[in-house]
């Protein structure tokens, strides 16, 4: 069972070009359960890891790594469909495009191997999932999704900006200590 959850994590990243692709087909109410599902598997595949003692360093890596892939390509495609301002496409993107920058910059550069996710990320992460589920129903017909899209739009952009800032202030201190720990 130790493989199971890095087994999720694929399985995530593996529906997320048929979620595009419904989306971008106009069948919205057949990507909302695929889209769950996915989601439904982020959640599976961490307590499955605890569960079964198999959290490891390619599970740590990997299961980012696909939810950045699923939350990025749906965020293009809800830009591309018009579903959201193309302002929100750009937040979210341009914050996983720089922390995936400032990551592989402690990376290679300072020899920074830890990069822990910060309370202000997930939550950030938490409120971009629910924006999906709410794009989408709205998409689908939904009226009350609808109603809370731009409710949505402005909860995701407002988290995505904090957390951004946030991820940018902590790599600029880690950065300094790095720099005073390396001076002799």
């Not at 990243?13 to 069948?27: F, K």
């Not at 961490?46 to 198999?54: D, F, S, T």
């Amino acid at each position: 069972m130790r493989w199971l959850p890095n087994l999720l994590t694929g399985l995530r990243a593996v529906l997320t070009p048929l979620i595009v692709y419904l989306i971008v087909d106009g069948r919205c109410a057949a990507a909302l359960p695929i889209t769950v599902f996915a989601g439904l598997t982020d959640a599976a595949d961490g307590y499955l890891a605890r569960r079964y003692g198999a959290e490891g360093r390619l599970g740590a890596w990997l299961d980012p790594i696909a939810d950045k892939m699923l939350l990025t390509a749906l965020y293009i495609t809800f830009g591309f469909a018009g579903m959201v301002p193309h302002w929100l496409v750009w937040l979210v993107v341009g914050r996983d495009a720089m922390i995936l920058s400032l990551a592989a910059l402690g990376l290679f550069v300072a020899a920074i191997r830890d990069f822990p996710p910060t309370i202000w990320g997930k939550l950030s992460t938490v409120l971009q999932i629910a924006g999906t589920l709410v794009f989408l129903s709205g998409c689908a017909g939904w009226a009350a999704a609808e109603a809370l899209a731009p409710l949505a739009i402005w909860a995701v952009g407002l988290a995505t900006a904090w957390s951004g800032l946030h991820y940018l202030w902590n790599a600029l201190v880690r950065f300094r200590q790095w720099r005073g720990e390396a001076r002799p």
